[in-house]
């Protein structure tokens, strides 16, 4: 079946450093990917997506890029804030399983000033 | 882009009771999801909610524990039935709209 293998946390970092976040996945069909951010006590946020291979998604300085030969979605920001500290979690949805969505375990990212 | 609300935010519920949480979608939709986040884990698929028929539920999860409502195209309920302490969880609805997957706030509830 589907899966979603993410980098394990917890990652700390200083203010303007470099993030990475490993996100791997094994699917039957032509998924699309996605990252979702969960900030303290909040729900869950669509953060970036792509639909097919070589697709780049972006969103408030992050980044992933679907890359079919390594079957990864490996999300990079250049330069993080406090307020990045959060929850990240990779997913997939094969669309011929009715848009169900499978998740990585979550990486927690504390930024400290 | 879609918006999803969730009811109630949050709730403290008592061993044994049940509680009903809703989910509206501000445009029609054939598909909603409910999902389980137990603390510190990662997301769950509970059961696929489709209008005009009765949901269908993952692995572990069974109709009696989490009954599903989906009146129409824009609203679902979930259950939590006859609750205990392993029940306290973040509960999410979401729907797809496009290819992009859509949730709601969450609905934070504690078991005592």
């Known amino acids: 079946g589907d899966s979603v293998t993410q980098m394990e946390g917890p990652v700390t970092l200083s203010e303007e450093a470099f993030l990475t976040i490993n996100c791997t996945y094994t699917a039957t069909g032509y998924p699309s990917l996605f990252w979702y951010v969960q900030y303290p006590g909040e729900g869950l946020q669509l953060l970036l997506k792509?639909?097919?291979?070589?697709d780049k998604g972006s969103n408030k300085g992050f980044e992933a890029t679907y890359r079919k030969e390594t079957t990864s979605f490996h999300l990079e920001k250049g330069s993080v804030q406090v307020s990045d500290s959060a929850v990240y979690f990779c997913a997939l949805s094969d669309r011929s399983n009715d848009y169900k969505l499978s998740f990585g375990a979550g990486t927690t990212v504390t930024v400290r000033a | 882009s879609a918006v999803i609300s969730q009811k109630p935010s949050r709730d403290i519920c008592q061993r044994g009771t049940s509680l009903t949480i809703q989910c509206q979608v501000d445009s029609q939709v054939t598909m909603m999801f409910w999902y389980r986040q137990q603390p510190g884990q990662s997301l769950t698929l509970i059961a696929t909610a489709n209008q005009g028929s009765e949901a269908t539920y993952e692995s572990g999860f069974v109709i009696d524990k989490f009954p599903i409502s989906r009146p129409n195209l824009t609203f679902s309920t979930l259950t939590v039935s006859n609750m205990s302490p392993e029940d306290s969880s973040i509960y999410l609805c979401?729907?797809?709209?496009?290819?992009?997957?859509?949730f709601g706030e969450g609905s934070w509830l504690t078991v005592v």
């Open positions: 979401s729907a797809p709209l496009g290819n992009t997957i859509y």
């Open positions: 792509a639909t097919k291979a070589d």
